[in-house]
């Protein structure tokens, strides 16, 4: 298995807004469920937003309302747009393909590192 790629993070001011990206080569990207999650420094990988190969999403409470997943599937990408960024949201973001629980499809990735800054 390859891992994802993923791409866009930075440095944005509290309240300010990014968007990551993922992406993977494989030929059933647009059948798989992708998640994006978020590992905090010191935490554990969390996963924070879903979508399914049909385009249902769903989000940890921490980010609802302020975070939202798409797809391109012609583009073999998963989006994330975050808005409203709190500090808390600092931290490395990594895509992958859940299996249930913890459990994921594909190594992980480097990640891309997000930094809100006040």
């Known amino acids: 298995q390859v891992p994802f790629v993923e791409s866009g993070g930075g440095l944005a001011q509290a309240g300010g807004s990014l968007r990551l990206s993922c992406s993977h080569s494989?030929?059933?990207?647009?059948?798989?469920?992708i998640a994006w999650y978020h590992r905090s420094p010191g935490n554990e990988r969390e996963r924070v937003a879903e979508?399914?190969?049909?385009?249902?999403?769903n989000y940890a409470d921490s980010v609802k309302g302020r975070f939202t997943i798409s797809r391109d599937n012609a583009r073999k990408t998963v989006y994330l747009q975050m808005n409203a960024l709190k500090l808390e949201d600092t931290g490395v973001y990594y895509c992958?393909?859940?299996?249930?629980?913890?459990?994921?499809?594909?190594?992980w990735g480097r990640g891309t590192q997000v930094t809100v800054s006040s």
């Open positions: 494989g030929s059933t990207f647009s059948t798989q469920n």
């Open positions: 979508i399914s190969s049909t385009g249902n999403t």
């Open positions: 992958n393909r859940p299996l249930g629980g913890t459990i994921v499809s594909n190594p």
